[in-house]
C-alpha cells in the first residue's frame, strides 16, 4: 500500500499538464528505484538509515519526503501549465472529496503501521487526530488574522492545515506523547506556509510543502 501512495503523491505533480504513459512509465521507475531504496534503508534492520538509530513510525522519510521531493523536481521538469502562466488562480474543484480524502484515510494509515490491534494503535490515532486538528486550526486562524481584507475561514483552510498536521506527525506517531503532539500541526503549518511562498513553481497541490517540508519538520 505505502509504494502505491507515495507514487500517487509524485504524480500529482503532473497533474493538467503530464501525458499519461510517460506518467505511467515514470511511476514504475520512480517506486522501483526510489522508494523501494529509500523503505529499504529506512525499515530494513539492515538499512543504513536504521542502524544509526532512525525511528519512522508510518513512512515520513519513504512515503513524504521521498516524494514530496521528487515532486518538486517533477514539477521543475514539466513547467508551468498555461492558466498558471496567465495568472489565473487554480482551486480545488470538489471540496467534499477534499474533506472526505484528508480525513478519513489516516486513520489506517497511521493507525495501522505497527500491524497491530491494540492501545499502541489506539494511541497512534489519537495523536494523528490531535495534530491535524491543531494543525487545522492554526492553518485557519492565520487566514483570517493575515488575509486581507477577505478574514474569513475556508474548508479549503482547513483541509490544507490538517494535512500538514497529518503528514509531520507520521514520522513520530508511534513515539510521541498526546500532549506532544499537538506542537507538530503548528509547527508545520509555520513552515509549510513560510517556504512554499519561497519557491515559484507549479506545485497543483503544494506537494513540496505539504510532503517535503512537512514530512522533514515531523522527522527532526
Known amino acids: 500500500m505505502f509504494p502505491t501512495i507515495a507514487t500517487t503523491i509524485v504524480i500529482g505533480a503532473a497533474s493538467e499538464r503530464g501525458r499519461i504513459w510517460s506518467t505511467i512509465v515514470f511511476a514504475f521507475v520512480w517506486s522501483t528505484l526510489v522508494y523501494d531504496f529509500v523503505a529499504c534503508w529506512t525499515w530494513s534492520p539492515d538499512g543504513w538509515a536504521a542502524t544509526l538509530g532512525t525511528l519512522d513510525h508510518a513512512g515520513g522519510t519513504p512515503v513524504h519526503i ?19 502562466t496567465h495568472g489565473e488562480q487554480n482551486r480545488p474543484h470538489n471540496l467534499d472529496n477534499l474533506f472526505i480524502g484528508t480525513t ?14 491494540g492501545i499502541r494503535a489506539a494511541l497512534v490515532g489519537v495523536v494523528t487526530n490531535l495534530a491535524a486538528f491543531t494543525g487545522a486550526f492554526t492553518w485557519c486562524m492565520l487566514d483570517y488574522f493575515l488575509l486581507k481584507p477577505k478574514h474569513k475561514i475556508t474548508l479549503f483552510g482547513f483541509c490544507m492545515g490538517s494535512m500538514a498536521g497529518l503528514v509531520c506527525i507520521t514520522p513520530g506517531s508511534g513515539y510521541i506523547n498526546v500532549p506532544a503532539s499537538a506542537f507538530f500541526g503548528s509547527i508545520s503549518v509555520y513552515f ?28 527532526l
Open 192 to 219: 509549510d506556509r513560510k517556504i512554499k511562498t519561497l519557491f515559484k513553481i507549479d506545485d497543483p497541490f503544494d506537494i513540496f510543502a505539504q510532503h517535503r517540508i512537512g514530512g522533514f519538520v515531523g522527522r
Open 104 to 117: 478519513l484515510p489516516w486513520f489506517g494509515f497511521n493507525g495501522g503501521s505497527g500491524l497491530t490491534v
Open 66 to 84: 521521498a516524494a514530496g521531493t521528487s515532486a518538486f523536481a517533477y514539477s521543475l521538469v514539466l513547467g508551468k501549465r498555461a492558466p498558471v
